[in-house]
Nanobody
Framework: QVRLVESGGGSVQSGGSLRLSCEAS????????IGWFRQAPGKEREGVAA???????TFAVSVRDRFSITQDKAKKTAYLQMNSLKPNDTAMYYC???????????????????????RGQGTQVTVSS
């Protein structure tokens, strides 16, 4: 059974930084894409960043210059480093994964109502002005 567990959320002031972690367990495949999407109350989910098994990364335009995504394969953990946080970054952040390349991860994200194959429970990020 595949499990994703997020950590690292919290409350910061505008301009601050946070690092989210997503620890995966139970996945045995060689190909995957793991990333984060976020959802604020009353808004649709928004993709943030993703990284695949070949370390290729993709980002939403709104975070490209401020966030970075990395992975430690030995620890089976992906990290989302968020710098220069803004109040509109406030949302619940979810780690999600697909057993395929990231262009398909983004396809799932954009398809209304589609569910990721694997998803964590979410971690809250709150940025105050």
């Amino acid at each position: 059974q595949v499990r994703l567990v997020e950590s690292g959320g919290g409350s910061v002031q505008s301009g601050g930084s946070l690092r989210l972690s997503c620890e995966a367990s139970g996945y045995t495949g060689n190909t995957y894409c793991i990333g984060w999407f976020r959802q604020a109350p009353g808004k649709e989910r928004e993709g943030v960043a993703a990284i695949d098994s070949d370390a290729s990364t993709t980002f939403a335009v709104s975070v490209r210059d401020r966030f970075s995504i990395t992975q430690d394969k030995a620890k089976k953990t992906a990290y989302l480093q968020m710098n220069s946080l803004k109040p509109n970054d406030t949302a619940m952040y979810y780690c999600a994964a697909e057993p395929q390349r990231c262009y398909l991860w983004w396809t799932v994200l954009r398809r209304q109502g589609a569910k990721f194959t694997y998803r964590g429970q979410g971690t809250q990020v709150t940025v105050s002005s």
